[in-house]
């Protein structure tokens, strides 16, 4: 519980917390299919993308996604579906209680917004201004919709070979920057996978804090503000090192899956920014594909890898260093 950093609960005790939340996911399920099936797609399929979209799933009826509704409409209505399962749900239950200042107070929910429209404003440009597609129009459906799937870690998927230019045949630099929103993912206590956007936010302030440091006498009191509360010197040193750790655990096995896959993959059909984007999305718990991933495509150690990486994704990689741990230590392989 504590690992996916859900330390926050909306009731006194976890489980009236859980009930609450299921009471939440429930509305907003019914809310998401009534708008995708007012928005022209059938109920059976309004059904099941309201629920992997919420869930930040993103699995599909379809095998080309949403891609096969070819529906800017529906794409556009999926936005705000997917931007629900990234915001913490303790901020659902305020603001459905009334206290609509936490679109904006809460540290998450405004760089939730924030992150991922910088970064649909620069996939936006890439695409456009790279000529991937020939309308301001159709890069902003195909570049805000990705990159909010991406980081949203959901995964449905609009660019594919059928609506013109696939992810896989995207510029690296748009590549890369939809995998830097599967790295960060949304806000923890939501549904999504990732880092998480706390931990990023605070890496850098605890950053900056540790830099500005060197500028304080030795006997000065510091405190580091986070999200409303005021961090002791030695708990800013805590959460500062938690943050680290899991963004310096999260970017190595980032890096190893790459090089087995660079490894095992034909050198000529894949490019880096492919291969980065497909181990990204597989530890993010994404689901998008550069078109590595396949049943002919992708060889048994690559779909080795890929097993592990989204397991360890979904489980925080802490939790799984705790269990190797104890296992090489019963096994007499840890001293």
Partial sequence: ??????????H??????????????????????????LAGMPIWGAINHAMTGLATGGFSITDNSIATYDSALIDFVLIPI????????????????????????????????????????????FLYVGGTYETPFAALRYGLFQFVSAATCTGFQTAVDATNVALGRWPAQAQLTV?????????????????????????????????TDA??????????????????????????????IIVVLWAAFLI????????????????????????????????????ITGPESLPTAGKVTFLFHMWIGRLEIIPVLVTLRTVFKRGGLYA
């Fill in 1 to 10: 519980y504590e690992s996916e950093a859900r330390s926050e609960k909306i």
């Fill in 12 to 37: 006194p005790s976890i489980v009236s917390t859980v009930r609450t939340i299921w009471w939440i996911f429930i509305l907003f399920t019914f809310a998401s299919i009534l708008a995708l099936w």
């Fill in 82 to 125: 997917m931007l629900l399962g990234s915001i913490a749900f303790p901020v659902h239950y305020l603001i459905l209680q009334g206290d609509l200042r936490n679109f904006y107070s809460d540290l998450q929910t405004r760089w939730v917004f924030g992150y991922m429209g910088a970064g649909s404003a620069l996939l936006w440009a």
């Fill in 179 to 211: 995998v830097f929103g599967m790295f960060v993912g949304g806000a923890a206590g939501s549904t999504v996978g990732g880092v998480k956007i706390i931990r990023g936010l605070t890496l850098v302030k605890g950053i900056w804090y540790q830099i």
């Fill in 215 to 244: 500028f304080y006498p030795d006997s000065a009191v510091r405190r580091l503000n986070m999200d409303g509360r005021r961090l002791s010197e030695e708990e800013a040193s805590r959460e500062f090192m938690e943050a680290a």
């Fill in 256 to 291: 190893v899956g790459s090089f087995v896959l660079l490894v095992t993959l034909p050198a000529s059909q894949y490019s880096l920014a492919n291969v980065l984007f497909e181990v990204a999305s597989a530890q993010g718990n994404v689901g998008l594909s550069a078109g």
